[in-house]
């Protein structure tokens, strides 16, 4: 169910931004374009999420995170992205039992990404990504380990303080089941 309404909600943000896209005047500036080549080193704040694993529940806790994104904007509009996460939580087992156990997780993650960005001002710019991900995750004590992989979206917004540094802030989801469970994401971008 909170997949379902994450998706909801991503899609809505990213209509939300089309529609108002479409009706904006063009405020392309030297601040809020760029191509060529950029780095964005982030600050990741994992949500956490409950999902089934077996015959038991596994329930992560908030976590946080180190990330980056290495990117080539083709033009104002588009870039392609590689990226890569590693982020620590606690995660809660409970068997049916009603035993429950809590360990320290591990998440990897590294993907490819496609960005639609729309600057709306001279400072502000809307974005939407479009990717697949690998996730590889260690849930310590538990004795659980595993990788999976799938599709991720995001969308956010990016300010531009001059031609080469923008602050930006990303909601990302993905369809890959994990106690992990989407992020927030808060980075520097550096254009070369």
Known sequence: MKKTVNKIAAASLVLASLSFSAN???HSS???THTGPYFEPK???????????????LEGDTGYG??????YSINEYFALELDGT?????VTETLSTGEIEKADASFYTYG?????????????ILLGK????YEHEDLGSLGIKGSEHGANWAVGAEYSFN?????????EAADIRSARGDSLQLGLIYKL
């Open 163 to 171: 031609p080469h540094i923008e602050l930006s802030l990303e909601y």
């Open 43 to 57: 600050i990741i704040m994992n949500l956490g999420e409950k999902i089934s694993h077996g015959e038991s529940t």
């Open 112 to 124: 490819t990404n496609a960005v639609l960005t729309y600057p709306v001002s001279e400072h502000f």
């Open 86 to 90: 590693y982020s620590e939580s606690d």
């Open 66 to 71: 180190l990330g980056f994104d290495l990117g």
């Open 24 to 26: 904006a005047q063009s």
């Open 30 to 32: 030297k601040l809020a």
């Open 130 to 133: 479009v990717g697949y991900g």
